[in-house]
């Protein structure tokens, strides 16, 4: 049907979890880039009750981003890593030294899948 907007998703195969993480990290980085673009344009406004509200807006979508983005780079390290415990532990700021140094041990695959789509 031409002109709607369907949502759908898709099973990854298995070995396809790093490329579809890495894809959504780089989605969730160009929307975090338009948010700052946005709070960037904000300076430019003349009244100054509208711009109060534009930055509220993209204020709270700045953050959702922010978010997103750590969400998508964890996903991005658990499958790459082959290891999805990884996530819970690059999360836990007790915990993160340890994880990224486990991470650094076992960088070869990490290394061949940037190789392979960088």
Sequence with gaps: MSGRLNFYWYETKPGEEAEAAWGQL???AHRLLFVCEELEA?????????????LEYHMENYLVRV????ERAVAL?????GRNEIGGLLKSKRKRGAALRALRISEAPLLGHWKRCC
Excluded: D
């Design 26 to 28: 780089a989605g969730a």
């Design 77 to 81: 390290a658990a499958a790459t890593s």
């Design 67 to 70: 978010y997103e983005l750590r």
């Design 42 to 54: 904000c300076r430019s406004g003349a009244r100054i009750e509208l711009v109060l509200g534009r």
